[in-house]
Antibody, heavy 122, light 108 residues
Framework: QITLKESGPALVKPTQTLTLTCTFS??????????VGWIRQPPGKALEWLAL???????RYSPSLKSRLTITKDTSKNQVVLTMTNMDPVDTATYYC??????????????WGQGTLVTVSS | SYVLTQPPSVSVAPGKTARITCGGN??????VHWYQQKPGQAPVLVIS???DRPSGIPERFSGSNSWNTATLTISRVEAGDEADYYC???????????FGTGTKVTVL
């Protein structure tokens, strides 16, 4: 059974850096083909894909946010960390991590964490 | 950047069929995945690779994909199907994932 859980601050100030941790179980990020992604959702709005890290440490980022995002993994701890710099009130959202499945030509997210709401306010 | 366009809302009576479209340039050449999201909950995968149903998803959910439009069809709609639905693809040209704009399904 795959489970994922996001953790991090509920409130950050503008210009600060957000650090979120995804702790997972039921799979290994050292297994070929496996990936963990981050997706966010502002209140009342649509899902927005942010970043993905693969088992081989290959990384992908949203083009519009690439300059602000960093995704890393700690295989021994079963964790993936997302950092986002220069936070702004428009970054207020629920942040989800999810297990990426599928083949090399496509991919989907078959297991999601419960999400964590991050509010950006002074 | 690749854009996926969905109608903001779809209304359907119980027992009828709901069709949710997802438009994108030559989307028929990509694999489309669909998610259901109920209020306050994380998204749940309901269709992968255009038309594959994950284990536990009712047969009432089906999908198709051709030319510039992918479609999620919910047959014999039930009150419990009321939710937001999102399509998603991998855009190989820009090497990132894209979600659709989302459709709110209301059961009358």
């Amino acid at each position: 059974q795959i489970t994922l859980k996001e953790s991090g601050p509920a409130l950050v100030k503008p210009t600060q850096t957000l650090t979120l941790t995804c702790t997972f179980s039921g799979f290994s990020l050292s297994t070929s083909g496996v990936g963990v992604g981050w997706i966010r959702q502002p209140p009342g709005k649509a899902l927005e894909w942010l970043a993905l890290i693969y088992w081989n440490d290959d990384k992908r980022y949203s083009p519009s946010l690439k300059s602000r995002l960093t995704i890393t993994k700690d295989t021994s701890k079963n964790q993936v960390v997302l950092t986002m710099t220069n936070m702004d009130p428009v970054d207020t959202a629920t942040y989800y991590c999810a297990h990426r499945a599928g083949d090399d030509s496509s991919g989907y997210y078959d297991n999601w964490g419960q999400g964590t709401l991050v509010t950006v306010s002074s | 950047s690749y854009v996926l366009t969905q109608p903001p809302s779809v209304s359907v009576a119980p027992g009828k069929t709901a069709r949710i479209t997802c438009g994108g340039n030559n989307i028929g050449g990509k694999s489309v995945h669909w998610y259901q999201q109920k209020p306050g909950q994380a998204p749940v995968l309901v269709i992968s690779y255009d038309s594959d149903r994950p284990s536990g998803i009712p047969e009432r959910f089906s999908g198709s994909n051709s030319w510039n439009t992918a479609t999620l069809t919910i047959s014999r709609v039930e009150a419990g199907d009321e939710a937001d639905y999102y399509c998603q693809v991998w855009d190989s040209s820009s090497d990132h994932y894209v979600f659709g704009t989302g459709t709110k399904v209301t059961v009358l």
